[in-house]
């Protein structure tokens, strides 16, 4: 008796598995602009980000520069999980924001210029919005900038 139900137990743990197997999955992969005024004006963003590291997207004009520190990535990640996708994004752009202030301030530097969107290698160059990327579960952004000192 106990051979007969192992052998019926391995029968229909076998079929679930080719059943669950051929299920087609798709997994959620939308991209989306979202506006870096609001990412900025959030009250986490006013809390955390140092007035004294100033950020240029895309072509924003800005003082000159004295020395330029090279360029630098930042990519970051949430879990989107009971979050709208904006605010996912605008936890995801203000993470991104931190740690390129961390290493103006490491650097000393005091801005970061020519910040544009780098999500998936897709590069977006723009005054005023950020590629963002989110999935199932997880949100991200990639950026790049120049870490620099700024004239006074």
Known sequence: MEINLMKGFIAVFMVTIVVLGSVNVEARDDHGMYSIS???NTEDAKQ??????RFYFGDQSH???TKDFG??????KTNAFNK???RACQWNFLSAMISFQERAQRMGGNAVVNIRSYYKKHEISSQTEFECGTGT??????FLGNVVQLAK
Do not use: H, R, W, Y
């Open 38 to 40: 609001e990412a900025l």
């Open 48 to 53: 955390k980000l140092d007035k004294d590291i």
């Open 63 to 65: 003082p000159k520069i």
């Open 71 to 76: 360029e630098f990535m930042s990519n970051k």
């Open 84 to 86: 709208t996708d904006e």
């Open 137 to 142: 579960f997880v949100s991200g952004v990639t």
